[in-house]
């Protein structure tokens, strides 16, 4: 299964020709994870920064064909492996039947308890990200 969401593409995201400056994709792709966080895990980033985090810890991204001010794209996501503590996942931001984005990317799952930062294990999150985990 992909997690979808829709990114109308504002003034905030684009260069002065209007089209989106590429790290602003980077910021559409966090808001896509926050959104995974909250609408599927039921754990939203104002619970789970409390004590624990994500860092993404690799990525790679194949930009494919531009978006500009006023378009709305299509942003998925799944999961692609899911281990331990980490989780890589395929994204792809789309405008129409164009690729805009693609890539993959990893993240894992962290405690900052005790000031320090240690991997920690997904337990209840695993089975709800299993329903996104393709394979």
């Known amino acids: 299964m992909k997690f979808i969401k829709e990114q109308r593409i504002r003034f905030e995201h684009c260069d002065p020709a209007g089209i989106v400056f590429y790290p602003r994709y980077f910021e559409m792709l966090n808001g896509l994870m926050e959104d995974f966080f909250r609408e599927v895990l039921d754990y939203p980033f104002e619970n789970m920064h409390q004590d624990s985090g994500i860092p993404t810890v690799d990525i790679k991204t194949q930009f494919k064909s531009p978006a500009k001010l006023g378009d709305t794209i299509s942003k998925s996501m799944y999961i692609s492996k899911l281990g331990k503590t980490s989780c890589t996942y395929q994204y792809v931001f789309s ?39 393709a394979g």
């Open 95 to 133: 405008l129409g039947d164009k690729t805009v984005l693609e890539g993959e990317g990893t993240i894992v799952f962290v405690s900052f308890e005790n000031g320090g930062i240690q991997p920690k294990d997904w337990d209840k999150l695993r089975s709800k990200m299993e329903d996104y985990l």
